[in-house]
């Protein structure tokens, strides 16, 4: 469970004048959240399964393939919960990197992970000096390509830094209209965004197009050529109280950092209300997630 502390950044004070953020204070925003409330994405997605019982970063590295995936990246690492994955299923068959631009967020993974599990570095998608040309087998990046803007210079980088034969798999959001209890979440966590900060409809984190998979699939088609891709929909749900799942649920969401206490309070309430109308007979509400994984292989 986190704070109701919302962080009033540059990026939020200009949304709430109406005005369109630039770059720097997008990604000075995103730090400033991953300050405040590391680990955040794990205190959700962990929890969320699907049907076959596997949270997304269990689906996601289940891509690996040890015979031809040596040297793997965990990008945008984040608290290092895919990287432990990586290394308790892979061990010493592997070699693991993470990158993430949050020194709060790579404390977190150097306590999970202690060398020399993972070499860690501090870097931004954008620019991986730190890794080679062609030094790495696969990329691995969970819930954070839809954050990367500008987006291009990541997606070549990833190119440059790929062996021959290299495979790129992340998890990505998925169809909101796939989901009842994931859209009405959304909607009442986003309006209420939106009464606080007039332009945050346009001024959501990442670019737009990685969102959608035919747009993800031609923008990676641009950079990898001819890479075989393939977007495959998912969905993973977490059971509980309404109250308790409202929380998590509304945790999950960065416009739910922005929101002050007073509007966060009721959001909250309302999405406990949303979730708890189709709670079964014992009292339990379910959140469900979709997401898609992505898998370009070279
Ligand atoms: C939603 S969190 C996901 C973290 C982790 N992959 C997980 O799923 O638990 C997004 C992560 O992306 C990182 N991030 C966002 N943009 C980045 C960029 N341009 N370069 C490096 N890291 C970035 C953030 O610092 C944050 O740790």
Sequence with gaps: MHEPIHIDSRWAQRLRRGEQPDAAEV?????????????????VARGCRDAAGRNS???LAE?????????????????????????????DAIELIGIDMSADELALARRRIPDPGCRLHQALAQSMECIPDAGVDLVLCHWA??????IEPVLAEI????????????????????????????DV???????????????????????????????????FR?????????????????QTLAEEATGFFYAS?????????????????????DAGSDGLGRFDMPIHRLVAQL
């Design 27 to 43: 990604r000075e925003h995103l730090l400033a959240v991953h300050q405040r409330h590391a680990g955040f994405t794990e205190g």
């Design 63 to 91: 891509v690996i393939d040890p015979a031809r995936h040596r040297t793997i990246l965990d990008l945008a690492c984040g608290s290092g919960v895919l990287a432990e994955i990586c290394l308790q299923r892979h061990g």
């Design 145 to 150: 390509l839809t954050l990367m803007d500008p």
């Design 226 to 242: 001819d890479a075989e891709v393939r977007i495959e929909p998912g969905m993973v749900s977490l059971d509980g109280a309404p």
């Design 257 to 277: 950092f922005v929101l002050s206490a007073h509007a966060r309070a009721r959001a909250l309430a309302e999405v406990a209300r949303v979730l708890s109308a």
């Design 57 to 59: 970063y269990e689906w």
């Design 189 to 223: 966590i986003y309006s209420a965004a939106q009464h606080e900060y007039p332009s945050y409809a346009n001024a959501d984190l990442g670019d737009a197009r990685v969102r959608a998979p035919e747009s993800l699939a031609a923008l990676i088609r641009q950079t």
């Design 159 to 186: 190119r440059r830094i790929l062996r021959p034969q290299g495979t790129l798999a992340a998890i990505i959001d998925g169809d909101i209209a796939s989901s009842p209890s994931y859209a009405a979440v959304h």
